[in-house]
């Protein structure tokens, strides 16, 4: 009985690795901004309150999930409901939590971890895939979905992509050309 498990377990290990070689695929290529709206379920900007690791059980074996809970400051697209329940947004995504120290001395590996990761505090303009039928989602595009709030030199806060938004804005923007840009592709 053991063996069958542990069989299962590298069946759908092998599952992930091939949809892994297939979402890297997606993220080589690049995105221009009516792409990133029109494959996004929601556009908010947000920031993050909690990061927290968990695990689901989906292909007889448990799948490694961060689970992300911001607080919603702005919605440009998507439904979030009303109320309270409409202030904060829990995202789920596959991954580990990557350690910055190794423990007792072992450095474990990620594993396949291909979302991007935010921190607690920070704020980001986040353009999420409709959650899948067991609860996950991501940036689309990963990396160019996700547009992380940074100071510029005069102290203002300026927006970026993982790829410093190429191919949409020359360099960091501020939120309101971000957020009129997104406005008017949807229009």
Do not use: C, W
Not at 40 to 60: E, S
Not at 150 to 172: E, H, K, T
């Amino acid at each position: 009985m053991k063996y069958r498990n542990r069989m299962r377990m590298l069946a759908a290990s092998l599952a992930l690795v091939f949809a892994a070689v297939t979402a890297q695929a997606a993220m080589v290529k690049k995105m221009g901004l009516g792409e990133l709206v029109g494959n996004a379920d929601k556009v908010f900007r947000g920031t993050v309150l909690d990061v927290q690791p968990d695990t689901i059980f989906h292909g007889g074996g448990e799948l490694p999930v961060v689970v992300y809970t911001l607080a919603v400051e702005d919605v440009i697209k998507g439904d979030f409901g009303s109320g309270k329940a409409a202030e904060v947004i829990e995202l789920r995504m596959y991954g580990r939590l990557r350690p910055s120290l190794p423990e007792n001395g072992v450095q474990r590996l990620g594993g396949l971890n291909m979302n991007p990761e935010m921190e607690i505090g920070a704020q980001y303009v986040l353009f999420t895939t409709q959650p899948s039928s067991i609860g996950l989602s991501t940036t689309v595009g990963l990396g160019q979905g996700l547009f992380k709030a940074q100071a510029d030199m005069a102290g203002n806060a300026v927006y970026s992509n993982g790829f410093g938004n190429l191919g949409l804005f020359d360099g960091p923007v501020d939120y309101q050309t971000l957020d009129a840009s997104v406005r008017a592709t949807l229009r």
